[in-house]
């Protein structure tokens, strides 16, 4: 007997988020922006937070032209009170709210021993307070409708640790802590809320904080056993099945995308398997 599959169970990925409406933090560049246009063109309308007007004036234009809609609204997710205007602001003017990603970041490397109580401050307040911050105001309205759907953009050295990033790496395992949280609370709501944790991803801004050198470089991509960068469009490619009606009964998870990295390189190798 010949399997057949009901036409339902068939995912439509090209206008999957028709009618809906999506906020995206940190949208004015990297993964954000490319989050952001893989929901305008699947027929979404997108509104990008960020702190630079014009970055978020790009990733408009850049939604418009995959056939989308988009808008861009300054906000400071670290300011409570702008947060929750800004996401009421969205929901008055298109009357919905269907999706929520907290990819607002703040990071930079230093020696646990020489970060200041600024510096931890700074990447805290806008990692895990801002994500804090938006996921409570979207939460009120996805609450208050029973559907909706949250992603949070975190990393995997939240849970095995990297040198150098202990305010980031706190903060984001806060956030892992935070989603399955409401995972639980939220789920029996209509609410979903999961993590996305990419691994090194070919953007301006982690290239420069991250692997500033060609050595460093080197370093990082030996790490990864893919033995590639992956790229924002990948990442959005991930982000949005998170998003979407495919992962219905996925919530509370953390959703790897590092071509192997955290699984680590073993102890004891074999040069003549590394040489084919």
């Known amino acids: 007997m ?32 490319a989050v952001a246009m893989r929901w305008a063109a699947a027929g979404g309308t997108v509104v990008v937070f960020g702190r630079r007007q014009n970055a978020l004036e790009d990733t408009v234009r850049a939604a418009e032209r995959v056939g989308g809609k988009a808008e861009a609204v300054v906000c400071d997710v670290r300011d409570s ?33 020489d970060l200041t109580p600024g510096g931890w401050k700074a990447v805290v307040d806008i990692v895990l307070n801002g994500t804090f911050y938006c996921t409570r105001a979207a939460g009120r ?16 050295y939240a849970w095995h640790g990297h040198p150098g990033t202990v305010h980031s790496a706190a903060a984001k395992a806060g956030v892992v802590a935070m989603t399955r949280t409401l995972a639980v609370e939220w789920g029996g709501r209509g609410v979903r809320i999961n993590c996305i944790a990419p691994g090194p991803t070919e953007t301006e801004g982690a290239g420069a904080a991250l692997w500033p050198t060609e050595q460093d470089r080197a370093r990082v991509l030996s790490s990864v056993p893919a033995a590639r960068f992956t790229t924002p469009e990948e990442v959005a490619e991930s982000a949005a099945f998170l998003l979407s009606d495919r992962s219905g009964y996925v919530t509370g998870e953390v959703l790897v995308t590092d071509g192997g990295q955290w699984l680590g390189k073993s102890v004891y190798t074999d040069s003549r398997a590394a040489a084919r």
């Open 2 to 33: 010949t399997e057949t599959h009901s036409p339902s169970l068939v995912p439509n990925t090209a206008d999957e988020f028709r009618g809906r409406v999506a906020v995206v933090t940190g949208g004015g560049s990297g993964i954000g922006r």
């Open 81 to 113: 009170d702008a947060v929750d205007a800004a996401i009421d602001g969205v929901v008055d003017r298109y009357g919905r709210l269907d999706a929520l990603v907290n990819n607002a970041a703040g990071n930079f490397v230093a020696p646990s021993e």
């Open 141 to 156: 309205h996805m609450l208050a409708t029973g559907r909706g759907t949250i992603l949070n953009t975190i990393a995997s």
